[in-house]
Antibody, heavy 121, light 110 residues
Framework: EVQLVQSGAEVKKPGESLKISCKGS????????IAWVRQMPGKGLEWMGI????????RYSPSFQGQVTISADKSISAAYLQWSSLKASDTAMYYC??????????????WGQGSLVTVSS | QSVLTQPPSASGTPGQRVTISCSGS????????VNWYQQLPGTAPKLLIY???QRPSGVPDRFSGSKSGTSASLAISGLQSDDEADYYC???????????FGGGTKLTVL
């Protein structure tokens, strides 16, 4: 059974750093793209970036380029989303999702349960 | 505002058929396939429709998708109270070189 299990809720202060994780199981982690998606309170879904763990190829949405860092450790089937200096506006639920890509057909078939990040002084 | 445009809300009574529209452009829906995600209250999104009109295993055939030009739609027939959720369309955008989502449609079952 494919599963993506994310790290728990975090409460941080502005300016602090944070790294959240997404651990995959039940499939070959290296062979599927993993994306991160933000959902701010009461708002919709926003794609942040995506990584292919097999070769660490990483792409970012222009809206998030330079604001976060996506990484992975394929030896333990884990992907990460990292901030060096959090802002109050980073308060949101963050989801990881596995992407199936077959030619021009692509979709997110499995999602993590979400990691709630709260940034408040 | 979102790249793909959806109505913010939709509603129907049990047993009814409702449709949710999704409008895009030539760089996304016009040249790539459309997916739909269902997000039940307090839960993670779930894949509902992929490649315009394909249902993953386990999704009832009450849910169907279609695409024409730069627009797509999700239809739900035999509406049930369990269908109350937010529904998001998504497609790859060739200009952004990444996936884009609609703003979401909140479906209420009256």
């Amino acid at each position: 059974e494919v599963q993506l299990v994310q790290s728990g809720a975090e409460v941080k202060k502005p300016g602090e750093s944070l790294k959240i994780s997404c651990k995959g199981s039940g499939y070959s982690f290296s062979n599927y793209w993993i994306a991160w998606v933000r959902q701010m309170p009461g708002k919709g879904l926003e794609w942040m970036g995506i990584m292919y763990p097999g070769d660490s190829d990483t792409r970012y949405s222009p809206s998030f380029q330079g604001q976060v860092t996506i990484s992975a450790d394929k030896s333990i089937s884990a992907a990460y989303l990292q901030w060096s200096s959090l802002k109050a506006s980073d308060t949101a639920m963050y989801y990881c999702a596995r992407r199936v890509q077959m030619g021009t057909i692509g979709y997110f078939d499995f999602w993590g349960q979400g990691s709630l990040v709260t940034v408040s002084s | 505002q979102s790249v793909l445009t959806q109505p913010p809300s939709a509603s129907g009574t049990p047993g009814q058929r409702v449709t949710i529209s999704c409008s895009g452009s030539s760089s996304n829906i016009g040249s790539n396939t459309v997916n739909w995600y269902q997000q039940l209250p307090g839960t993670a999104p779930k894949l509902l429709i992929y490649s315009n009109n394909q249902r993953p295993s386990g999704v009832p055939d009450r849910f169907s998708g279609s695409k024409s030009g730069t627009s797509a739609s999700l239809a739900i027939s035999g509406l049930q109270s369990d269908d109350e959720a937010d529904y998001y369309c998504a497609a790859w955008d060739d200009s952004l070189n990444g996936p884009v989502f609609g703003g979401g449609t909140k479906l209420t079952v009256l």
